[in-house]
């Protein structure tokens, strides 16, 4: 179903995704983006991800959940990493929508994103700046 | 490390096949990365590489800069200024603004920047990390 975003309105939780960061889906990323720094070695754990990894599950799973169209831009990225993450470890992504609004053609959308562990501890905040392009009867929505 | 110290350079191409193990990663699938009939029609005329790659770069940089202090206590506000195409190399910059003492360690922040094989800046920010005081990073160079 489309979503109709001149109605999504700020304070409203818009993904929550659940992620196993297994060796396979971290060597795919890391082969993705060419990152040649390798994993650094934790002696508690398995070795650490890289953490944007992280970044890029929790903004690709806003980028499912909202259905963010074609032609849409993202222009403005923020991040916090507060706990490395071992290989192996289960997160939770949820993004929660901060602002709303319409000016010059476009929507302009602030995401807000947290990544908890199992424990509920966190481990990386972020928030995303997206441009979503406006059909001409698009509804301004709800300001943030 | 000082301020006006430079970070260890990353330089990397960046092909169509990056963008596309880049969409399944991340689930990433928007059009404007993948079909080259939709990106024909857009601002840009062709397919661009995710913004994010290119902040994966400098996180890349800053990790091999900082290490571990960098996944623990890493900060990254970052503008994505202008697309990087398939077929762009990227390089990465970053150099020391600022060094505070802190009960902590050193609080380092740096400006960051990730400039294409035409000089275009990509991508530019700041990127802040607190390093402890019994493990302090060497600096790769000076500007």
Known sequence: ?144 | MRVGDRLPVVEKGVSQEHVERYARASGDFNPIHMDPDFAAGSQFGTRIAHGMMGAATISEMMTSAFGGAWLNTGRMKIKFRSPVYPGDRITTLGRVKSVRETASGSEIECAVEITRDSGEVAISGDAMVTVSTDRRPEASGQG
């Open chain 1, 1 to 144: 179903m489309a979503i109709d975003y001149s109605e999504l309105v700020p304070g409203q939780s818009v993904s929550r995704r659940r992620y196993l960061l297994d060796g396979a889906m971290i060597a795919d990323y890391m082969a993705s983006v060419q990152d040649e720094s390798g994993l650094l070695e934790s002696p508690e754990s398995n070795p650490l991800v890289p953490p944007m990894s992280i970044a890029a599950l929790s903004v690709g799973g806003v980028v499912q959940d909202l259905q963010i169209p074609g032609g849409s831009l993202h222009v403005g990225q923020e991040l916090d990493f507060v706990r490395a993450v071992p290989v192996g470890e289960t997160l939770v992504c949820e993004a929660t929508l901060k602002q709303n609004s319409v000016r010059g053609g476009w929507r302009f959308m602030v995401l807000e994103s947290e990544v908890r562990d199992p424990e509920g501890r966190m481990v990386m905040a972020g928030k995303s700046t997206v441009m979503l392009p406006v059909p001409a009867d698009d509804p301004p929505g709800a300001a943030g």
